[in-house]
């Protein structure tokens, strides 16, 4: 019963849920799980068409960050070993786009471990997207942290399509994550990307001892944003980290997570990321047959991903086209490489640009 009035809001009314309702459908035992997943997929396929958006990352500063955000490797404040560096040489993060573009990705997004980037890294981050631009055409996106208004007003000016700014997880759970800013100060950056014009990325990482409800708060919460793409993540507890131990989520949870993300957001590019090969293992596939239309190709941050030829032919094997993104993406990877796509087909009616 829940499944149906989720089915017939969504696909015959074209009215989102509410959170009543999706509570309904959330409640439902694990063993009703392939039904979620179809109905995830239907409305997927309904709002946003069969293909896959991909994305590549590169760590363009890493490590050595002042906050201490739980889960993550890049803080300064735990003991990760990770790899810390300042920001890269711009032959680098050219020869990193070269190869997003190679992979097939559309757009290439540069991220730094910052709490919000000073004056010296924000202009090396505008030399790098003007040299990305200008050598491979690919869309640029940028991670940076929290932004003032003058900041996001420099980046969209310079042309970057959109900004990263993930809420991690959701209000009532953030202060157990982090203490050094609050998820308020995360919203605010939020919005003051879509006032510059920017399109919004903003999502989260599961699986980092949240209940299912605070999991469903947490799809409102982002929902609230209208953001135009919502990364997932699950969480790849990091040695030394103080979510080191915290428990795996199974990966029945994850693909429920995923399918009530859809059901919330039925317009939004759900990216799956980091995370996605530890957490679904076997399942890997039906995370794009549960909602999500859209990758992280290559390395993570901090972790090894999968190889783009092995996403290559997941996609292949699962039917679904890459697409060229939320945004207006230029390349299209086929038998014949990486080439100019031609006019993107009409298969996204209810998509708002
Ligand atoms: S998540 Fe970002 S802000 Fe938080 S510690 Fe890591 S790099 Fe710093």
């Not at 969504?10 to 309904?24: G, I, K, N």
């Not at 003032?148 to 042309?159: K, P, S």
């Not at 991903?305 to 997941?314: K, M, T």
Request: net charge negative; aromatic share 4%; charged share 25%.
């Amino acid at each position: 019963m829940p499944l149906a009035t989720a089915e017939r809001a969504l696909l015959d009314e074209r009215r989102p849920l509410t959170r009543a309702e999706v509570a309904a459908v959330a409640a439902l035992p694990l063993d009703r799980l392939p039904d979620l997943v179809a109905l995830a997929h239907r409305v997927r396929l309904a709002y946003c068409g069969p293909e896959v958006e991909l994305e590549s990352l590169i760590n363009a500063k890493s490590g050595a960050c002042p906050e201490d955000c739980a889960f993550c490797s890049q803080s300064a404040r735990f003991e990760t070993g990770v790899d810390v560096y300042a920001f890269l040489d711009m032959d680098e993060v050219v020869e990193a786009a070269r190869a997003t573009r190679a992979a097939g990705a559309t757009q290439f997004c540069i991220v730094v471990a910052v709490r919000g980037p000073e004056e010296r890294l924000l202009a090396k981050v505008l030399d790098g997207v003007a040299a990305v631009h200008e050598e491979t055409g690919l869309e640029v996106a940028c991670s940076l942290g929290l932004l003032t208004d003058e900041q996001a007003g420099r980046l969209a000016a310079a042309g970057v399509k959109r900004y990263n700014h993930n809420l991690e997880t959701c209000r009532e759970v953030f202060p157990s994550i982090c203490t050094t800013h609050t998820w308020d100060d995360r919203v605010e950056t939020a919005r003051r990307v879509v006032d510059a014009g920017m399109e919004l990325c903003c999502g989260g990482i599961l699986g980092m001892g949240e209940t299912l409800d605070q999991r469903i708060d947490f799809a409102f919460e982002l929902a609230a944003l209208d953001p135009c793409e919502v990364p997932v993540n699950l969480l790849d507890p990091r040695p030394g980290t103080p979510l080191g131990d915290q428990e795996l989520l199974s990966p029945r949870e994850a693909l429920q997570a995923i399918a009530l993300f859809r059901l919330v957001l039925p317009r939004t590019w759900i990216r799956l990321a980091g995370g996605r090969e530890r957490v679904l293992g076997e399942l890997q596939a039906m995370g794009l047959l549960a909602g999500a239309n859209a990758l992280i190709v290559g390395n993570y941050l901090t972790t090894i991903g999968r190889s783009p030829g092995d996403d290559h032919a997941l996609l292949d094997a699962l039917g679904m086209p890459v697409a060229d993104g939320p945004g207006e993406g230029r390349f299209v990877v086929d038998g014949a490489g990486a080439h100019a796509r031609p006019a993107r087909p009409q298969t996204i009616p209810l998509r708002v640009e």
